[in-house]
């Protein structure tokens, strides 16, 4: 079975491009061109450049001893959160902007839930000079206010979304309508392995840097490429793609995808697409979805602004699918819990969505000799605040 995209833009019954007939041209030059593109020389070298000096890569994969000695087996952590901009987020932003660049785009959109990915793409397109206005939920508004002053400080323009939940759906709803609006000079780019081929397909192949670094880093500390496990955070799914990447076709590696349960899987307040969804089709891809029985999305939860997505990428939904990949949920107070395990441990603050795959730690049953692989996605600055409320350490 294949785990990559096909010619038609599916992994098995998912994906595709269902989409308004005004985005049709933006798409198909995007589907007719990006394959060529990225594999010129000119564009890898002047991406792999970037990778190295602006963002910083590699990045660590670094053996968590008390971790490990907690759960007593090995436990290495990818270090994403020590990227310029605080996330795994970047890696993809500057491959897409540079592509943009040779599409003759001048003007960049984008959607964001957390904030990482609206400040990921302002910041490339201050290194590039070009024009951004990111979308955003007024609720991630409110809870991600870090993020939204460096977006500002950045030259960006941060257009609040203030229909249904106002979160991350909210705000991609809002950033295609602006790409209907403005085809010619627009290129919009998406945050995550969601929306209309060619996007899933290409976004995964700007994360995979992740999993190609795990692989030689491995080899370097263990002597072989392929973990036993390789767990990652799910919301539409990008960081894990990137850290399953060049895992899919090794069988014998575990692949793990973490959802947000929320207030937990049944409260009627969570975001486990895998448990809770079916079939159906969001923001151009056909995917798992949470939604009603007449075919209503419903709004997703999560304490994690990054999280809280109705659906899910269709690479996952294929992953889950086929058994590929096995998912599992933590609640806010699971991945709450995580986040001052890993603090105290290993003095790392994690961003709540990387947390929650840190809290299935002790789900895996994980052998002594094991090789457990968590993509640590993001760095806990953003989220400060919901950790002061909630451990109330401006009491003490």
């Known amino acids: 079975m294949s785990y990559h995209v096909n010619e038609k833009g599916f992994y098995g019954k998912f994906g595709g491009a269902y989409i308004p007939e005004m985005l049709y041209p933006n798409v198909e030059e995007l589907r007719q061109n990006y394959l060529r593109i990225i594999q010129e020389p000119d564009f890898q070298?002047?991406?792999?450049?970037?990778?190295?000096?602006?963002?910083?890569?590699?990045t660590p994969l670094y053996f968590a001893p008390r971790l490990s000695e907690k759960y007593n087996t090995k436990v290495y952590l990818k270090r994403e959160d020590l990227n310029h901009t605080g996330a795994?987020?970047?890696?993809?932003?500057?491959?897409?902007?540079?592509?943009?660049?040779?599409?003759?785009?001048?003007?960049?959109?984008?959607?964001?839930g957390a904030g990482q990915h609206g400040v990921a793409t302002a910041t490339v397109c201050a290194l590039m000079g070009l024009e951004c206005i990111v979308y955003m939920g007024e609720i991630d508004i409110e809870r991600q206010a870090p993020n939204v002053a460096r977006m500002k400080m950045l030259g960006a323009q941060v257009v609040p979304a203030t229909s249904g939940s106002k979160t991350l759906k909210d705000a991609t709803?809002?950033?295609?309508?602006?790409?209907?609006?403005?085809?010619?000079n627009t290129y919009y780019i998406i945050g995550s392995v969601v929306g209309p081929h060619p996007y899933p397909d290409m976004v995964a192949r700007f994360q995979a840097v992740i999993s190609e670094e795990i692989r030689a880093q491995l080899l370097e500390k263990e002597g072989t490429e392929l973990p036993?496990?390789?767990?990652?955070?799910?919301?539409?799914?990008?960081?894990?793609?990137?850290?399953?990447?060049?895992?899919?076709?090794?069988?014998?590696?575990?692949?793990?995808?973490?959802?947000?349960?929320?207030?937990?899987?049944?409260?009627?307040?969570?975001?486990?697409?895998?448990?809770?969804?079916?079939?159906?089709?969001?923001?151009?891809?056909?995917?798992?979805?949470?939604?009603?029985?007449?075919?209503?999305?419903?709004?997703?939860?999560?304490?994690?602004?990054?999280?809280?997505?109705?659906?899910?990428?269709?690479?996952?939904?294929?992953?889950?699918?086929?058994?590929?990949?096995?998912?599992?949920?933590?609640?806010?107070?699971?991945?709450?819990?995580?986040?001052?395990?890993?603090?105290?441990?290993?003095?790392?603050?994690?961003?709540?969505?990387?947390?929650?795959?840190?809290?299935?730690?002790?789900?895996l049953n994980a052998k002594p000799e094991d090789v457990v692989v968590i993509n640590l996605s993001g760095r806990g600055d953003k989220d400060l605040s919901t950790y002061l409320k909630h451990f109330h350490f401006d009491e003490k």
Not at 298 to 309: F, H, K, M, Q, R
Not at 330 to 350: F, K, N, S, W, Y
């Open 228 to 363: 036993t496990y390789v767990v990652a955070c799910v919301g539409g799914g990008s960081n894990a793609a990137g850290a399953f990447y060049h895992y899919l076709d090794e069988s014998e590696v575990q692949l793990i995808a973490v959802e947000a349960a929320g207030k937990g899987v049944d409260s009627g307040e969570s975001a486990a697409t895998s448990i809770l969804g079916k079939d159906g089709i969001i923001h151009g891809s056909r995917t798992l979805l949470m939604q009603t029985e007449d075919g209503q999305v419903t709004e997703p939860y999560s304490i994690s602004a990054g999280l809280d997505y109705p659906g899910v990428g269709p690479l996952h939904a294929h992953l889950f699918e086929s058994k590929r990949a096995r998912f599992e949920s933590a609640t806010d107070e699971e991945a709450l819990q995580a986040v001052l395990e890993l603090t105290r441990l290993e003095g790392i603050i994690p961003a709540l969505e990387s947390a929650h795959a840190l809290a299935v730690l002790d789900r």
């Open 45 to 58: 070298e002047e991406l792999q450049a970037l990778l190295k000096d602006y963002v910083g890569r590699p």
């Open 173 to 184: 709803n809002e950033a295609i309508r602006d790409w209907i609006n403005n085809p010619e």
């Open 88 to 112: 795994h987020k970047i890696n993809n932003t500057i491959g897409q902007v540079l592509l943009a660049k040779r599409l003759g785009k001048k003007r960049i959109i984008a959607e964001t």
